[in-house]
């Protein structure tokens, strides 16, 4: 059975070396001092891995049961979430107007991390509320806050999303779920949702469903959408569950993985729903929610790489096969262990350089979400909206292969269910998939981030990588290990920018099929850049003599091998972006 | 009535330890610290009294490096109400021997007046077991130590204990010394509001010589060394040839 272990050391590096959080000029944030994070983290990191963890293959194993309408979570799950929304880590980030802890995303985030890469099945039980809270939060009225916000606050309900339909996921003009007004304020709602995670469950005493429909008259395709909440339990003024709404959940999907998580088709036949916000403006309202939504998923992708590495490296250790070229490493043993092998561990830091600066990514994503939502910083907002759909599309396809790396270090025993190892490839691979494919995350960069406000973001990118150079460079090992890499990438990403520029409108296939590789030659460059400015608090924290020298020592090796071994891929994803569309788009459909 | 309990920063359970270079210690140095576990179960003794209305007040007190605040924070976050730290070393390799630690805790149970000590049995660290014992004779206190079950009746605790036999229950008149062994219950995990709240608990910060009492070692450390590798098993072939090497190579029958 495979372990977790909180990595809580590397996430302080993170917060208080690299982001340098308690100095850093956004509101709340003075809160989050070294001592505090650290019994935050530590007591979050025990109930990951004391809780969450022992239920995360035992979950996979037994699945949801759907009974007479009802879903059964598998054994555990309910007294797991007692003990999570019992000790407030639901309401983390929430507002404390409504009973929530008011503690910055990026802590949430960090804390976020350590649940997921538990179990992240359970997880998306209540990672699902906070999105639903969220969108209550910015556009319900003030009764909808005062009556749904602290009941999901505090766990005691939980929230879904119902975006997708039979017909249509990504594409959501063609949705066909109807709300009709009562003449009372209310709306009937009718129509069939599909891939609804935690639509219907036994963890809490109401599901607070917020729903896309549409009202009949309306503007057609997207412009017609409006969003709705859907209790599962009708609550009186005083926020008693009451009457059982016109809602059901008539079948549970049988999926590749996340098996613990309930995914339902839900029924409405004819529910009692309640408009937020104005009619015909859902789309708005979903929107608000995505960036979250998004970083949650890129998040998701690298936390199952974190556990699955963590399990990988664990059986290098332990595992004697063949001699080290040169000495015995083991000469007592029968054999080596096989981490002494160079391409087992070639396998092993191409693992552990991706997570580590992936979640020096997400952090730093997160705290641009606070710079903007706290802090009200326009530029955050822009920066963070253009680097979403590739923390979104980049940290899942990497994760996931992540995982895959990690199986591999195991060769046949990887394959077995006993090792657990393949439950996290399972897990990784929806992390592709849901929240807008990796494809549409690509397009959604191209199309519609790349170009916003005449390339304003992406100019703001470019002056941050250039300013992390420009202070670094006097240090001469920072500078060729870390620093030069970086510049050598940036370039290639500046040229693919340029070539969609010019391209753009003359030849918007050039640009479209060049998408996908723009965003892994986008996140290339992120995670190189995360890696200089780990590379800079590393070196300072020898320099001073703060902090474990081992650790430091460990981070810029692995920076080292980041920028030598994976950050070239930029110069292979530009050469594909330049080739242009037509090797692409020459084959005739028939020919296929 | 008062619960006072006393809290040691120890290397955390989980850590593989190492053995100093040079042989003194166990080398601490950037390794991760946390509760003795057998204070954690004290601790959750005390928040279960005060819960059961028994306790009005729990102190948690450390006495050691100044980092030991951050184990005080702990125990704060988990329910105590306000936290003494007693900084009597600076070298985080510098233990307090157990009578100094006694000797401590016994000036500030005179000027707290508590009326139950709740103690862990022994610190993970050096696994003396030797803290509440000398504090029950310095104050001439009873004492219940190993405790598994414990109930308050009136002046009286009832404190069940294990011993080599089985379960043994006595009756020790209050102020009293319970010392907790690890059936006693399950700690609590801290909850998020009250990790926040610990923050602004009030800790006092004191030094040894506040109370006047001397922690220079009287012990010398003469030697520490890792536990010798296990060697591997061999098979045997009847039960006659197990029974010989049982008498004659490991000397056990």
Known sequence: MPSYIPPTEEIQFLLHDVLEASAADIPGYDELDRDFTAAV?????????????????????????????????????????RQVSEGGWIGLDADPAYGGQGMPYLLNTAVGEMFVSANMAFNMYWGLTHGAMSAIHVHGSEAQKALYLPKMISGEWSGTMNLTEPQCGTDLGLIKTRAEPQGDGTYRITGTKIWISAGEHDLTENIIHLVLAKIPGGPEGTKGISLFIVPKFLPDADGNPGPRNALHCVGLEHKMGIHANATCVMSYEGATGFLVGEEHKGMRAMFTMMNEARLGVGLQGYAQGVVAYQNALAWARDRLQGRAVGAPANPQGPADPIMVHPDVRRNLMHQKSFVEGARAFTFWGAQLIDRSHRGGDAEAEALISLLTPVIKGFLTDKGFETTVLAQQTLGGTGFTRAAGLEQFVRDARITMIYEGTNGIQSLDLVGRKLPQDGGKAMRAFFEIVKGVIRENEDDAEVKAGFLDPLKAASKDLQAATMYF???????????????????????????????????????????????????????????????????????????????????????????? | MKVLVPVKRVIDYNVKVRVKADGTGVDLANVKMSMNPFDEIAVEEAIRLKEKGQADEIV??????????????????????????????????????????????????????????????????????????????????????????????????????????????????????????LRLNEPRYASLPNIMKAKKKPLDEKTPADYGIDVTPRLTVVRTAEPRERQAGIKVGSVDELIAKLKDEAGVL
Request: include cysteine; charged fraction near 20%.
């Open chain 1, 501 to 592: 520029v010019e391209q753009g409108m003359k030849n918007p296939a050039n640009a479209l099929a060049g998408s996908y590789d723009f965003m892994h030659l986008f996140g290339h460059v992120c995670l190189g850049l995360m890696w200089a400015r780990i590379a800079k608090a590393a070196r300072a924290g020898l320099n001073a003599g703060t902090g474990d020298a081992a650790r430091h020592a460990a981070r810029l090796a692995t920076g080292r091998y980041y920028m030598a071994r994976q950050l070239p891929a930029t110069a292979l994803h530009l050469a594909r972006i330049t080739s242009g569309a037509d090797t692409v788009m020459a084959l005739p459909d028939e020919s296929f």
């Open chain 2, 60 to 181: 948690a007190v450390s006495i050691g490096v100044k980092q030991a605040q951050e184990t005080l924070r702990t125990a704060l976050a988990m329910g105590a109400d306000r936290a003494i730290l007693i900084v009597a070393a600076d070298d985080i390799h510098q233990d307090i021997e157990p009578l100094a630690v006694a000797k401590l805790l016994k000036a500030v149970i005179d000027e707290e007046q508590p009326g139950l000590v709740l103690a862990g049995k022994q610190a993970i660290d050096n696994d003396m077991n030797a803290t509440g014992q000398m504090l029950a004779a310095l104050l001439g206190w009873a004492q219940g130590t190993f405790a598994s079950g414990l109930e308050i009746e009136g002046e009286n605790a009832v404190v069940t204990r294990e011993v080599d036999g089985g379960l043994q229950t006595i009756k020790v008149k209050m102020p009293a010394i319970v010392t907790v062994d």
């Open chain 1, 41 to 81: 983290l530590d007591e979050a990191g025990k109930i990951a891995a004391e809780v969450l963890a022992p239920l995360n293959a035992t979950g996979d194993a037994e699945g949801c049961r759907l009974e007479n309408g009802v879903v059964r979570t598998p054994e555990g799950y309910r007294d797991a979430y």
